[in-house]
């Protein structure tokens, strides 16, 4: 069974059920109708790379079966991206042809014979550990894997499905597909805005990732919003405070559930199921797919409850990786995933972090992830993330970066303070740093290795230090929501180091906000760009602006 042929065979079975709901709404038939136009007009292409924005829309779903029924190999590339990653994979997968959606889909009505190829899609790592790789994933294993979602989220004819996503995952297009189920996708930010399009359409199936959930049960909203019919919430790419499925579950009264997989993995591998959850694991495998954790130095399987390395094997693993041998899989077909975690005795997994986010503290094994758990549990916490800063004696020890709630008044002292009376010394905090907001990869990842970057240019460069004094005119409701969006900006320039602002107590719509830089000309860079002026004009008609740089002469 081909990729395409997914659709084909929900079309036959399905032909005027609503397939997708999102800027526009297509049928099966329709969908199946598109996709054939749109492989015909790639006719004179055959086994080239073809990139595709995966934005969630109707259309991305037209190109990527398209690509995949006309012979070529699909791949869908994130448009929240970074220039340099896009270039990075456009080069690497050398695609021929890319289509970005922004003008009308190309079309014919010539019929087209499909030639089945091995490889259907490309897929890129996420890259939080190092450059992206390239993976080659089959009919075979897209097909499977699609199956095996769709029997693990219990997906059926009967059932809406509401994607709360910032791209098209291939994951939730798949699955849907194979199981018949009507998909309605939300670009709206809007935390409410799915949850009402949930009761508008009675959706059976709520897709989200782990930061838009940890915010939604922090929403103050949260307690008058209801779901009607959803019977499942669902969340991966990432691990979701258990604090946060606990709430959610708990309030909307259904299981709040998590997966696990990887791009190499076509991608899932592990899944709770709405039938028999457990808070804090990712799941047992799904249907054909193994599990087991080996040592991390001896390499010898663990027992159920001892750490390690997770390594998966089924028939949704890649073919391989582009120009790259399978160096991660053994010779008997397991991958080495990179993650840490155990097993219960039931063979659901739990994970505890990634091999290159541990470190070791006298020679003890370190996870950040456990540490942000007891600094989660702090009631004045939003967010946070624990990297590992370098140290002469003891290796590496714990920093933490912290978001707190609105109104906190505290100093980062109560936060080192509550997680070190409750965790063994080595797992101790040395220094928390409060900053507005955990900047995220753009499929919602933290990325520690580029805080932990950023804490050692912070420790060891000679900073400048650039201070700003705002005297706001009118509403500091609205000044603080402009500058929590220019903060955004600013925080993806070349050279920036971090930045707090702090609020008068004395004197409420004073403001100082506190910026360091690599050097004088990275910040003398930024004022320049086109967006900073405008950012810079548009602040004028809120605050009184009086500002200057310094550099360190002495601290402690």
Not at 64 to 90: C, E, K, T
Not at 267 to 291: E, N, R
Request: proline share 7%.
């Amino acid at each position: 069974m081909l990729v395409d042929d997914l659709v084909r065979k929900a079309a036959e079975a399905f032909p005027d059920r609503v397939a997708i709901h999102a800027e526009r709404t297509v049928t099966f038939a329709e969908l199946d109708e598109e996709i054939t136009r749109f492989a015909a007009a790639l006719s004179e292409h055959s086994g080239e790379v073809v990139a595709l924005t995966s934005v969630l829309s109707v259309d991305f779903a037209v190109a990527y079966y398209g690509v995949i029924r006309s012979g070529n190999i699909a791949l869908p590339i994130n448009p929240l991206l970074r220039d340099d990653d896009v270039q990075h994979i456009l080069s690497t997968s050398k695609a021929k042809l890319v289509f970005r959606f922004d003008e009308p889909l190309p079309s014919s009505t010539e019929p087209l014979r499909a030639t089945p190829g091995e490889v259907a899609c490309l897929q890129f790592t996420s890259g939080t550990t190092g450059a992206a790789k390239g993976v080659r994933l089959t009919h075979g294993n897209l097909v499977t894997n699609a199956e095996q979602i769709a029997r693990a989220h219990e997906l059926g004819p009967d059932s809406v499905t509401v994607n709360h996503l910032p791209t098209y995952h291939l994951m939730h297009l798949n699955s849907a597909m194979f199981a018949g189920a009507t998909q309605i996708l939300c670009a709206d930010p809007d935390l409410a805005a799915p949850i009402a399009l949930a009761n508008e359409h009675r959706a059976t199936h709520y897709y989200s990732l782990p930061v838009k959930l940890g915010r939604l049960a922090a929403d103050p909203r949260l307690p008058d919003l209801r779901l009607e019919t959803v019977r499942v919430i669902a969340s991966g790419g990432s691990a979701l405070p258990p604090r946060s499925a606990t709430v959610l579950g708990e309030h909307f009264g259904i299981p709040v559930i998590q997966g696990y997989g990887l791009a190499e993995t076509s991608p899932l591998t592990h899944s709770d199921g709405p039938s028999a959850p457990k808070i804090g694991s990712v799941g047992p495998p799904v249907a054909g797919t193994s599990c087991r954790i080996v040592h991390l130095d001896t390499r010898e399987v663990q027992p159920a409850g001892e750490k390690g390395e997770v390594q998966v094997r089924g028939p949704q693993l890649m073919k391989g990786y582009l120009d790259a041998d399978l160096d991660e899989v053994t010779e008997d077909g397991w991958l080495s995933t990179g993650d840490v975690g155990h097993l219960d005795e039931d063979g659901y997994l739990f994970l505890v972090d990634r091999i290159k986010d541990v470190f070791k503290h006298d020679n003890w094994l370190v996870s950040p992830t456990e540490i942000e758990r007891v600094l989660e549990t702090h009631p004045a916490v939003a967010e946070c993330v624990v990297v590992d800063y370098p140290d002469e004696l003891s290796g590496a020890v714990a920093n933490a970066f912290v978001v707190p709630k609105p109104g906190w008044v505290g100093g980062p002292a109560e936060f080192t303070e509550h997680v070190n009376a409750r965790v063994p010394y080595f797992k101790q905090l040395e220094h928390v740093a409060i900053v507005p907001g955990i900047p995220r990869s753009a499929n919602g990842k933290i990325s520690r290795r580029d805080l932990r970057a950023r804490l050692l240019q912070r420790r060891t460069a000679d900073v400048v230090t650039f201070i700003s004094k705002f005297t706001v005119k009118g509403e500091v409701e609205e000044f603080e929501k402009f500058f929590r969006e220019h903060a955004e900006f600013m925080k993806q320039q070349p050279g920036f180091v971090g930045f707090q602002i702090v609020r008068s107590l004395r004197t409420p719509n004073v403001y100082v906000n506190i910026g360091q830089w690599t050097d004088a000309e990275a910040h003398r860079n930024v004022m320049q760009n086109p967006e900073f002026q405008a950012h810079a004009k548009a602040m004028r008609d809120l605050v009184d602006v009086e500002a200057d740089l310094y550099t360190p002469v002495a601290g402690a």
